[in-house]
């Protein structure tokens, strides 16, 4: 979106796509450096970006029109509720 606003945005099959990356069977604190690792540099990337750039835009098959905006707050939402379910988990244990 941030190269050509107006792209087609392909929605994904998230079980797919933690079974092709074995994400099972990763070690917890590996999982949580590369989790963070990315998120640093789409941080990094995200903080260069113009007010223009954040309001391109590209067509998802599922939600329709989004913004790279609208596509970083619902990523920061969804770490968040991931956070939740780890905090959840271990209090149970």
Not at 6 to 35: E, H, I, K, S
Not at 39 to 49: F, G, P, Q, Y
Not at 80 to 93: D, K, P, T
Request: charged fraction near 30%.
């Amino acid at each position: 979106m941030i190269e050509k606003s107006g792209c087609v945005l392909a929605a994904f099959d998230q079980d797919r796509w933690a079974r092709l990356g074995d994400y099972a069977t990763w070690n917890p604190w590996v999982a949580l450096q590369m989790f963070r690792l990315l998120r640093e540099a789409n941080v990094r990337m995200l903080k260069r970006l113009t007010s223009e750039e954040w309001e391109r835009c590209g067509i998802h098959a599922e939600r329709g029109r989004i913004t790279v905006r609208d596509l970083v707050q619902h990523m920061a939402g969804h770490d968040i509720n991931h956070i939740e379910q780890i905090r959840s988990i271990l209090h149970m244990r």
